[in-house]
């Protein structure tokens, strides 16, 4: 592949077009079907202390746990996103062999709105490079993980938020999942998202997301337009 990778590189530079030439490349060394899932992580201030420290230990098992599947790890591309009183892309789409999990910390109030929208709006980019470079992708997914509901943020962001996620799941642009954690007003969930969230029972954040990558990778050796089981999410309550 080293050749393609030259020739496509001496042609974007003519072309003056660099960010193409990095997804020409990129696509070229990895033809394979991108099965894109957007982490949207609550930082905010609640979230201080072991919950935070949950997290991230989370974010490793879900990286080595994904690294472990040789046809996950070049399918599955993570970004991830945090929310506190700002909404910060920490991590753009890599596929899982390349993910180098932040440590994240928690401050502030609870931007959810804002991250909601910008984890939507990643997905629409990714998908607009996909296509352009004819690459096959599965159902994008958005996994949120929160401990508490929109604050400090307008209310009109919190409802515009909430019309565009419905109808990107009516018209399966996005399967999104919500998860609360511990004093999460799972009230305030159930009327933003479509998906019933599920409550995530102490800090389970490991076996959360050990069956989030088993999930995925489950995903990823399916056909892009075929339908998959997921495994009861024994970490949680509905």
Known sequence: MAGISEDLTNQAVIMGEPTRLEEAVEFAENPEPRCPCVLLLDTSGSMKGEAIEALNRGLQTFRENLAKDPLASRRVEVAIVSFDNEV???????????????????????????????????????????????????????????????????????????????????????????????????????????RTPVKLVGLNFIEMFVWLSRSMEAVAQSRPDEQVALPPPGWGTI
């Open 88 to 194: 910060k892309v920490i991590q753009d789409f890599v596929t899982a062999d390349q993910l180098e999990p932040p440590v994240l910390a928690a401050q502030g109030q609870t931007f959810m709105g804002g991250g909601i929208q910008k984890a939507l709006d990643l997905l629409q980019a990714r998908k607009a490079q996909y296509r352009a470079n004819g690459v096959a992708y599965y159902r994008p997914w958005v996994f949120m993980i929160t401990d508490g509901e929109p604050q400090g943020e307008p209310d009109h962001i919190v409802r515009q938020a909430a019309q565009r996620l419905q109808a990107d799941e009516a018209n399966k642009r996005v399967a999104f999942f919500a998860v609360g954690v511990e004093n999460a007003n799972m009230e305030r969930l159930r009327e933003i998202v479509v």
